[in-house]
Structure formats: C-alpha cells, structure tokens
C-alpha cells in the first residue's frame, strides 16, 4: 500500500516502441503503473511521454528503473543483445519477454538473464496489438511460476487470459506455433475449398450456411486426435486412412479438372498413400503425425 493508502504499482520498463511494444506501454501506463520507455531509435514514445510515461536514453537506464522489464523487440537475437548490454543492471529485476522467435533462442535469453540475477518470464501474444488488453485476448507464459504468480495484476493488464503452461521458458512460443500452425492449415484447405466452389459458381457465403453441421464437428475430432497423439495408439474403429484417399484422390482430381493448385490436395494424398502402404491404413489420422515427426 502507499503512504495514502492506494495501492502501489511496480515500476515498469518497456524496451521496443512498435507497434506491438507502444499497446503494452500505453496499456501498463493506463493501468497506473510507473513507466520507463525506451527504443533503438529516436522519435519514438511522443504519445506516451505526453501520457507521463519517462523516457530514457540507455538500455541499462531502462532497466534500472523497472522492478518489471518487458521486452517486445524484433527477434530474440536482439533482445539477447539488449539484455546482455544491461548486464548487471538485471539483479534483482523481473523480465518478461514478449519477443517472437524459437524455442531455443527464447531458453538463450533466459539464461542470459539468469546469468545477471533477473528472473525471467517468456510471453507468446496471440492478439494484434489493438487487442492488448482486451479481455479475449490470450497471452501464454512460461518460465517462472514465482515470477507469474507475483505479477499477476501486471499480465492481467495485458490479456484477459494469462496461462503459465510450463516453467520451461521455451513451451509458451511452441504454443504460438501449435495455434499458428492449426490456423494456417484450416485457412489454406478452406481457401483451396473456396477456389473450388467459385469456380463452380457457387457462392462461398452460402456454403458456409448450409455446410454449418458437418464443418461445426471438424472442431470436436480435435480432443480424439489429441487423445491418440498423446497415447501413441492410432487403431481406431472409425475414420480410418484408408477411407481417407478415395475422397482426397477425388479433390484432387477435381483439381486438376478445373484448373486449381492441386499441391494441397496432393500433398495430403501422397501422406495417406505412404501411410496406408506402409500398413496402417485401420488407422486413424492422427497416425500421420509420425510424418510430422521425421527429421
């Protein structure tokens, strides 16, 4: 509590003004909390300055003011440099890296920081940054559970939900991936659909509603698939490959016919074809993720 009875705000350091980085120091400022910015090049941070944000000059400043740092950069290559020019600056302070990259450069950082006395928090955002803040919007963290159960009210500030899914620093970004990864394939097979309709004349607005059931229960095979993954057993009463090809021989064939990319279509094919020649063709889909596996 402060001397009037309010309650205190940690200080906090905002290194990186992007786009990205200007939402979480505006929104950390909006929640009351004393903040350091600071950014690689000059003119930047006007607005939050004007705010009653402070503005630096040096790194290791910015960080010597900040019982909280929060590094929103591009690559975690740069942000290791940042960290490692604040040097002993670091003790006895809490970083939370919010910078994409792997899982391996995202453990490097946080072994720099562990080397100088800081305590480190990793932070995927899965939101653009007019959503920081909003109460949809999901952050995952991983790296210390100390460091995420203290600064609760901080993440709080950021995203609605603010799940600590592991106390390695690397999981949180490998979770970005896994909802990138989902996301990018169900937008390239529902464009390849759209190409196909169109070129039908079908509108793809109403495909939508009248195929509303069955694209509804794509969603509820997920947990199943997971199930099996999880437990390395792929034998499955129903779904099996080898009721797969037909249908997907047919897309792409259709394909083709109408003068469509016929690569993602194809691609799933020759998987569903390797698969069920090696023998697994009672099994489900998910026995393709031993594909995905391969070096």
Do not use: C
Request: aromatic share 4%.
């Amino acid at each position: 509590m402060g001397a009037g009875g309010g309650v205190t705000r940690v200080s906090v350091a905002v290194l990186g003004l992007g786009e990205m980085g200007g939402a979480l120091a505006g929104t950390l400022l909006d929640g009351g909390h004393p903040t350091t910015v600071w950014n690689r090049t000059a003119g930047k941070g006007d607005e939050l300055v004007a705010k009653g944000a402070r503005r630096v000059d040096g790194v290791r400043d910015a960080v010597a003011a900040g019982q909280v740092v929060v590094v929103n950069v591009k690559g975690n290559s740069v942000a290791r440099g940042l960290l490692e020019a604040a040097g002993d600056a670091l003790r006895g302070r809490v970083v939370v890296n919010l910078t994409d990259g792997t899982s391996s450069e995202v453990r490097e950082v946080a072994a720099v920081v562990a080397e100088h006395g800081g305590e480190y928090l990793h932070g995927q955002i899965m939101t653009i940054a007019p959503g920081v803040g909003h109460p949809d919007a999901t952050v995952f963290y991983s790296g210390s559970a100390d460091v995420h159960e203290r600064h609760r009210e901080v993440l709080g500030l950021l995203s609605g939900q603010a799940p600590l899914v592991s106390e390695d620093p690397g999981v949180a970004v490998l979770y970005g991936m896994a909802v990138h990864g989902t996301m990018w394939g169900l937008l390239n097979g529902f464009l390849h659909a759209a190409a196909a309709l169109s070129d039908a004349g079908v509108e793809v607005g109403r495909f939508l509603e009248e195929a509303k059931s069955p694209l509804a229960s794509l969603s509820a095979f997920l947990p199943s698939i997971a199930e099996e993954v999880d437990r390395g057993r792929f034998a499955t009463p129903y779904g099996a490959l080898r009721h797969h090809l037909p249908s997907i021989e047919d897309l792409a064939r259709e394909s083709r016919e109408r003068g469509i990319d016929d690569e993602l279509p194809e691609y799933s094919r020759a998987l569903v074809a390797a698969a069920v020649e090696r023998g697994h063709g009672d099994d489900s889909y998910s026995r393709l993720v031993e594909h995905f596996r391969k070096a």
